[in-house]
Each structure stands twice: as structure tokens, then as C-alpha cells.
């Protein structure tokens, strides 16, 4: 789609919106600014009662802090030698996951022995005798009919080539996921036929990488994802290490044809000259909602602590770490059982009705209702 380099502004020019961006005013978070308030003044609270304690108990309390540092310290190891055994067994993982990506692109067809799977037989079974059942009630109530074959008559399709959009339904089924998929996305989402982990002890990281039969939308046939961890204990706070953290990710450059980058869309403006009344027309090219924006993730400043990066910025990293760690540790190991949906009826399960949990749902008569529902059926267009 060809696209016109918007002019310098002119300040004789008003704008009249055709088609305005979206633009979210920024509302300080209340509540996270009254919990750090509360944070602090239980910091304080904390700092009196040390304050009161005796001086040969403080070098105590000191000299358990320097073995708790040592613990930390030994915590730590224990999660780096942790993170060098996954990458040890994971090498054992990818003869199967090479296969199954065989047998989902076409280019494996299991034999009778390894198609075998106990549920599956039991229903074949069941089916099979209820066909012959229904055959020989046939065979004794009915006279043979010879009916011509027409070829016109013959629906028969030839078998799919593999398992079709395997990898598109697992994303479609993953909530976390699905919510980032855009229309646009999935015919793209059709062609992908892999997702490959690579594991790596030096530096602590993994790569994400997602493998695309040939397309008419970009050039590349894999795109990645890097994310890089860290384990240890920061100087300046030790005792709230836990483990193994992503502090930040890396992603690639997407070689999209002419025309069919879904990350971006043209936006028309209209302006009008204040005095003379003429209108022109400006094309500006804005970020488009889209799964493959995942591939740009935010960059994080250099040596940036955690103060200095703003709140929406954590929030957007956060929410990416998240993706990819679950990419990770849950959908390419149990591919399978999320195209089934089974893996997300275990999720389920993991969760259960609390009656303390206060519920937001209010009663309504069937006029609100039906106000509501096409309240609701707005805010989703406009979502969207």
C-alpha cells in the first residue's frame, strides 16, 4: 500500500479528524502509589522496632543476615546448575519434538502401532461393532439393490496432508495468546509449522524460534525471540532473589513483502488552512494491533534499574516475559494436549469457586439486560 510522506506542520492548519488515532491518557495508578505509601510506612514501623533493640542483639541479627546471604548465594547455584540440567534433558526432548513436526507437516505418516492410543481404540471398537450390528440388520430386512456408482455422486475428499493449522488452533485455544491475535494474523499463523526452544547456560537464555512454510506475507522462513536471564542476587537487595528472572529479550527483524505488513496501518487526516479554508489530506503510517509485534518487543534502557523504568513499560515487558516463559516451559512441550483442548481443561482445574471472593456481578431486570448486552457488543467494537 502506497504511502505519502506526511508535510512539515503548518500552525495555519487545523486538524479535522477522518480517521483519528486513539490516544490513552495516562490516569496515575492510585492504588499502586497507596501500596508503595503503606510499603513504606511499614518499612518504618520495621526500622523503629530494630531501633529499640539492644546493640549486642543488632550484631546478632547482623550475623544472621551475613549466613542468610550465604544461603541466597547457595539458592542461587542450585537454580544455575537447575537451568543446566533443563538444558541437558531438553537436547533429549528435540528426536521427538522433530518428529512430531514430521508428522504435523506431512512428511511422517505413523504406522498402525504408533497411532495406538488406548481411548481412541476403545471408540473404534464401539464404532466398528455398531457398524457390523447395523450391516447384518440391513443384510436380513432388505433386498439387494444394484445402484449404479456415478462419479458425480462421489464426495470422497483425499486425506489432509499432515495436521492442518495445528500450531494456528493451539494459539486460537491459549487465551494468553489468543487475545493477541488479530484477524489479519491468521491467515500468516496458517503457514506456521514449528515452534523450536534453544537452551543455552552461557549466557543464561532461550530462543524461541518459529518456523514458516514459504508465504506471500514476508521473506523470512523462521523468526526469533530471545530471552536472556539472570541469577543472582542484586547487591543492593539480596533477600528478594527467587530464582532465575528474564530481564530481557531480544527480537527480529520481519522482512515483510510490499504491502502485507499487518503491524502497521495508513491513518488519513484531514486538515483545514484557518484563514483561506483549504483542506488537504495526510497520510501518516501508525503501529497496528497485531501477533507479530511480539517479534519488536519495547527496548529496555541500558544499566536500568528498576525504578527507572516506568510503569507501562514494566507492564508491557512483564506481560512479554510472561508469553515466552509460558511458550516455553508449557506449549511446546504439551503441543498435543493444547490442540486437544486438554491441557487447558488440567489449567482449569487448577482453579476452583472461592464463596470469599467477593463477586462483581450484579442483577439486572431484562430491559438493563438487554441495554447492557448491546453496551458490552459496542465496547467489543470499539475494542477491536
Not at 70 to 84: C, D, L, P, Q, W
Not at 187 to 202: F, G, R, T, W, Y
Request: glycine share 4%; with cysteine; net charge negative.
Amino acid at each position: 500500500m502506497a504511502t505519502t510522506k506526511p508535510e512539515q506542520p503548518d500552525e495555519s492548519l487545523e486538524d479535522s479528524s477522518v480517521e483519528e488515532e486513539e490516544t490513552e491518557q495516562k490516569i496515575p495508578n492510585k492504588f499502586m502509589d497507596f501500596s508503595n505509601v503503606l510499603a513504606s510506612l511499614e518499612s518504618q514501623r520495621n526500622a523503629d522496632k530494630l531501633g529499640q533493640v539492644p546493640p549486642a542483639v543488632k550484631r546478632r541479627i547482623k550475623a544472621l543476615k551475613k549466613l542468610q546471604l550465604e544461603a541466597t548465594n547457595i539458592e542461587a547455584k542450585f537454580f544455575a546448575e537447575v537451568h543446566a540440567l533443563e538444558c541437558k534433558y531438553h537436547k533429549l526432548y528435540v528426536p521427538m519434538y522433530d518428529k512430531r513436526h514430521t508428522i504435523v507437516t506431512g512428511g511422517y505418516e505413523p504406522t498402525e502401532e504408533e497411532s495406538q492410543w488406548p481411548s481412541d481404540d476403545e471408540d473404534e471398537n464401539l464404532g466398528n461393532q455398531l457398524k457390523n450390528k447395523a450391516k447384518i440388520d440391513e443384510e436380513t430386512t432388505k433386498t439387494p439393490e444394484i445402484i449404479p456408482k456415478n462419479p458425480e455422486n462421489n464426495t470422497d475428499k483425499p486425506d489432509p496432508l499432515g495436521i492442518p493449522n495445528f500450531w494456528l488452533t493451539i494459539f486460537q485455544n491459549v487465551n494468553l495468546l489468543s487475545e493477541m491475535i488479530q484477524p489479519p494474523d491468521e491467515p500468516i499463523l496458517s503457514h506456521l509449522q514449528d515452534i523450536k526452544v534453544d537452551c543455552s547456560e552461557n549466557p543464561m537464555s532461550f530462543t524461541l524460534a518459529f518456523h514458516f512454510s514459504p508465504n506471500q506475507y514476508f521473506t523470512n522462513t523462521v523468526l526469533t525471540k530471545e530471552y536472556f536471564m539472570k541469577c543472582e542476587p542484586e547487591e543492593d537487595d539480596p533477600f528478594n532473589f527467587e530464582g532465575p528472572e528474564i530481564f530481557k529479550c531480544k527480537g527480529c527483524t520481519i522482512n515483510w513483502n510490499k504491502g502485507m505488513n499487518v503491524t502497521l496501518k495508513t491513518v488519513k487526516k484531514k486538515q483545514k488552512h484557518k484563514s483561506r479554508g483549504v483542506v488537504r489530506t495526510v497520510t501518516k503510517t501508525v503501529q497496528n494491533d497485531s501477533f507479530f509485534n511480539f517479534f519488536a518487543p519495547p527496548e529496555l534502557p541500558e544499566n536500568a534499574k528498576g525504578e527507572d523504568i516506568d510503569d507501562e513499560l514494566r507492564q508491557l515487558l512483564t506481560t512479554d516475559f510472561e508469553i515466552g516463559h509460558y511458550i516455553r516451559e508449557r506449549i511446546v512441550p504439551r503441543a498435543v494436549l493444547f490442540y486437544t483442548g486438554e491441557a487447558i481443561e488440567d489449567e482449569d482445574d487448577d482453579y476452583e469457586d472461592d464463596d470469599d471472593l467477593e463477586d462483581t456481578t450484579e442483577e439486572s431486570d431484562s430491559g438493563d439486560e438487554k441495554d447492557n448486552d448491546k453496551a458490552a457488543k459496542e465496547a467489543n467494537c470499539k475494542q477491536q
